[in-house]
């Protein structure tokens, strides 16, 4: 029953065993930053970040690529980091390019399974570990990607991102059958009419809208490490934000790199809030929901490769990403 997503499995072992072998020794000079795992769903107010460099550096990185358990003493939902970055001499992005495609493959043959056996899409994870043998396997670090740059920066940044949402895309039909049946059963228990409900009068607050519209669910989520690449000329804008769940991987370039370090995380001394966020166009603030923003029309993916073009595997496999 699960044939596939076992032999998908063991492809990206394949992969990232391969990537292992060659990465290493093509390292000119790295860092890492080694973040204790979570032992419960809830952020301390304070994190604790341990540098490493040199071979611990390279060690911890080859060990956390290949981790895709979580630790004995790892809460669940929560997700093994190790930000860093390392300079190589030569590029290794067709190989990290075959691991992403491994992981997608496998994130694939998930789905699959869950749907030939009709269920929730909340039950990847449980579908997923059954398949694979182990309670301990986390999905996030499972499919958590590689991210290569066939380019040098002039500046690499971490820093921890202290008030990022998540967004969840979800159809109004959906949103409104879980209303209206959350309703019945308010009614039912507190022996009220369903119009005098809650969840009755925010079916009334999306009458206007249509059962084929969607719309995104905000949910704020944990603190956590961000990188930030400059490739351009000093004074323009920063280049790529990946996440740093895993170290980047780029080119060694002739001049001196400018790195900031990761820093220990205190909650009292955080960053405020971005003043550049997009507004939102709000359908249910109450509930967190608001209509999606104005998609750009982004040829990205379809533009011609330009002279200086960086390959990197942000945003989209094999993407061509032009530096600013």
Same mark, same amino acid.
């Given at each position: 029953?699960?044939?596939?997503?076992?032999?998908?499995?063991?492809?990206?072992?394949?992969?990232?065993?391969?990537?292992?072998?060659? @990465?290493?020794?093509?390292?000119?000079?790295?860092?890492?930053?080694?973040?204790?795992?979570?032992?419960?769903?809830?952020?301390?107010?304070?994190?604790?970040?341990?540098?490493?460099?040199?071979?611990?550096?390279?060690?911890?990185?080859?060990?956390?690529?290949?981790?895709?358990?979580?630790?004995?003493?790892?809460?669940?939902?929560?997700?093994?980091?190790?930000?860093?970055?390392?300079?190589?001499?030569?590029?290794?992005?067709?190989?990290?390019?075959?691991?992403?495609?491994? %992981?997608?493959?496998?994130?694939?043959?998930?789905?699959?399974?869950?749907?030939?056996?009709?269920?929730?899409?909340?039950?990847?994870?449980?579908?997923?570990?059954?398949?694979?043998?182990?309670?301990?396997?986390?999905?996030?670090?499972?499919?958590?990607?590689?991210?290569?740059?066939?380019?040098?920066?002039?500046?690499?940044?971490?820093? @921890?991102?202290?008030?990022?949402?998540?967004?969840?895309?979800?159809?109004?039909?959906?949103?409104?059958?879980?209303?209206?049946?959350?309703?019945?059963?308010?009614?039912?228990?507190?022996?009220?009419?369903?119009?005098?409900?809650?969840?009755?009068?925010?079916?009334?607050?999306?009458?206007?809208?249509?059962?084929?519209?969607?719309?995104? %669910?905000?949910?704020?989520?944990?603190?956590?490490?961000?990188?930030?690449?400059?490739?351009?000329?000093?004074?323009?804008?920063?280049?790529?934000?990946? %996440?740093?769940?895993?170290?980047?991987?780029?080119?060694?370039?002739?001049?001196?790199?400018?790195?900031?370090?990761?820093?220990?995380?205190?909650?009292?001394?955080?960053?405020?809030?971005?003043?550049?966020?997009?507004?939102?166009?709000?359908? @249910?603030?109450?509930?967190?929901?608001?209509?999606?923003?104005?998609?750009?029309?982004?040829?990205?993916?379809?533009?011609?490769? %330009?002279?200086?073009?960086?390959?990197?595997?942000?945003?989209?496999?094999?993407?061509?990403?032009?530096?600013?």
């Amino acid at each position: 029953m699960y044939d596939v997503i076992q032999a998908a499995y063991q492809r990206l072992v394949a992969e990232v065993t391969q990537f292992n072998e060659t @990465w290493p020794s093509l390292v000119v000079a790295g860092k890492v930053w080694r973040v204790p795992v979570l032992q419960e769903q809830r952020t301390p107010d304070v994190i604790e970040v341990e540098a490493l460099t040199g071979q611990q550096a390279i060690d911890a990185t080859v060990g956390a690529l290949r981790t895709f358990q979580r630790d004995i003493d790892q809460a669940p939902g929560t997700v093994m980091r190790l930000p860093g970055y390392f300079q190589l001499s030569a590029s290794v992005l067709p190989q990290a390019m075959a691991v992403n495609t491994a %992981k997608l493959a496998l994130m694939d043959a998930i789905e699959a399974e869950r749907v030939a056996q009709n269920l929730a899409p909340e039950m990847r994870p449980k579908l997923m570990r059954k398949a694979l043998g182990s309670s301990l396997f986390s999905t996030k670090q499972l499919q958590r990607t590689l991210h290569v740059f066939d380019g040098a920066p002039r500046r690499i940044s971490f820093t @921890w991102a202290g008030h990022t949402t998540s967004t969840e895309r979800i159809r109004v039909a959906k949103v409104r059958e879980q209303l209206a049946h959350a309703a019945k059963l308010r009614a039912a228990a507190e022996d009220i009419p369903v119009q005098q409900t809650p969840e009755y009068l925010d079916l009334a607050a999306i009458i206007r809208l249509d059962d084929a519209d969607v719309l995104i %669910k905000h949910k704020q989520i944990a603190p956590h490490p961000r990188c930030t690449l400059w490739f351009g000329p000093t004074g323009m804008k920063w280049d790529a934000q990946p %996440k740093a769940n895993l170290p980047v991987f780029v080119l060694a370039g002739d001049g001196q790199m400018k790195l900031s370090d990761l820093k220990h995380f205190d909650k009292a001394v955080r960053g405020e809030r971005r003043r550049d966020v997009k507004p939102r166009q709000e359908v @249910w603030p109450q509930r967190h929901m608001y209509l999606p923003g104005p998609k750009g029309q982004s040829t990205q993916a379809e533009a011609p490769v %330009k002279e200086g073009a960086l390959h990197s595997t942000y945003r989209l496999g094999g993407v061509v990403y032009e530096p600013t």
